[in-house]
C-alpha cells in the first residue's frame, strides 16, 4: 500500500522519464495539460507506465478524469487500497 507521497514521487520520476518536466513540477496541483504541457500521445505514455508501476489499471473512460497530476495520485491510491 503506497502513500500519497509514494505516489506522487513515482509519478514525478514517470512525468519526467516521458516528458522531459523536471521531477520538483510535477505537483499535486498540476494539470497535466495546463501546466505541465503533457500532450494526449505523453498522457498515453504516462498512464501505461503508472499502471505499470502500481499494478493497477486505468480504463480510458478513467483516464480522461485524471486533469491533474492530484487526480491521478488519487485514482492510484483508490486502487491500489
Same mark, same amino acid.
Given at each position: ?11 514525478? =520520476? ?16 498540476? *494539470? ?9 500521445? *505523453?498522457?498515453?505514455?504516462? !498512464?501505461?507506465?503508472? =499502471?505499470?508501476?502500481?499494478?493497477? *489499471? !486505468?480504463?480510458? =473512460?478513467? *483516464? ?12 492510484? =491510491?483508490?486502487?491500489?487500497?
Amino acid at each position: 500500500m503506497a502513500t500519497t507521497e509514494q505516489i506522487l514521487a513515482a509519478m514525478g =520520476e514517470i512525468v519526467n522519464e516521458v516528458a522531459g518536466i523536471p521531477v520538483e513540477d510535477v505537483k499535486l496541483d498540476k *494539470s497535466f495539460t495546463d501546466d505541465l504541457d503533457v500532450d494526449s500521445l *505523453s498522457m498515453v505514455e504516462i !498512464i501505461y507506465a503508472a =499502471e505499470e508501476q502500481f499494478g493497477v *489499471s !486505468i480504463p480510458d =473512460e478513467e *483516464s480522461k478524469n485524471l486533469k491533474t497530476v492530484g487526480d491521478a495520485v488519487a485514482y492510484i =491510491e483508490r486502487a491500489t487500497n
